[in-house]
């Protein structure tokens, strides 16, 4: 019985990996650990889903330091698990923990793939409609918790540029789905309008949704984000309704 009980974890652990490599551009390591029985397995349940990753890259230029997630009770259709295809019958809700580093921020805010999705803006300043683009970004994470930020904003169609330092506290937007940027203080000379301010956060807002972590049928919600030098740790409760399949 302990032979066959070891078969179909082993079975289950074996399948939930491919699924999710196959999803992944590149990964240091993943680890996928089911802990089930036959038995469960007919009834239609497992008793809990481990999904551990280092130096997980999402897609061209996302990478993720390290991410956990970890479901209980799982609820699955028997006859498609023996067959080898998990699939969930009702919603899960797990646990998940994301740690970034300084070096895979900066990789992302300047990625050409990235940028075309989130980087150029339409916002209206006082002298008309002006196209805003964001075309260098570099971030530095401090042990107090904030984040220091040097960019360059490009104004359309002037060409005008214009060098922007400040610091900004990272906190959690409500209903946990993103990260915004408090109490932003600029370094001297280096300073923008209340107007390019805005347009700049409009862009942070859209590179630290959580939308760009997820894959289809996971959604996560932040309930702790902690800040350290040169890494930034998330941990989130995680909304399933499908498992990753090939």
């Known amino acids: ?63 993720v330091e390290s991410l956990e997630i970890a479901m209980k009770k799982i609820a699955i259709d028997p006859l498609k698990a023996l067959t080898g295809n998990i699939e969930l019958t009702q919603p899960t809700v797990g646990t998940a923990h994301l740690t970034l580093t300084q070096t895979d921020l900066n990789r992302a805010f300047n990625s050409p793939d990235l940028r075309t999705k989130i980087d150029v803006l339409d916002t209206y300043l006082s002298r008309g409609e002006t196209k805003v683009t964001v075309p260098e970004k570099r971030c530095e994470l401090y042990e107090n918790g904030t984040v220091g930020v040097e960019t360059l904003v ?35 000379g280096k300073e923008v309008s209340e107007e390019l301010t805005e347009a700049f956060l409009e862009v942070a807002r859209k590179m630290l949704n959580l939308s760009h972590f997820e894959k289809q049928g ?19 409760a995680a909304d399933i309704t499908q498992f990753p399949t090939l």
Not at 218 to 236: C, G, M, P
Request: proline share 3%; hydrophobic share 40%.
């Open 154 to 188: 490009k104004l359309q169609p002037s060409g005008e540029t214009q060098d922007v330092a400040f610091t900004t506290t990272p906190k959690i937007a409500e209903g946990g789905r993103s990260v915004i940027l408090k109490d932003i203080d600029y370094a001297p």
């Open 1 to 63: 019985m302990l032979g066959t009980e070891k078969l179909g974890e082993q079975t289950l652990n074996t399948i939930a990996k491919l699924a999710l490599s196959s999803q992944l551009k590149d990964s240091d390591h993943l680890e996928v650990t089911v802990k089930t029985s036959p038995e469960k397995i007919v009834n239609g349940e497992v008793e809990s889903l481990l999904i551990e990753g280092k130096g997980l890259v999402i897609e061209t230029d996302l990478r």
């Open 218 to 236: 996971l959604a996560l919600r932040i309930n702790h984000l902690n800040i350290d030098a040169d890494k930034i740790t998330l941990s989130a």
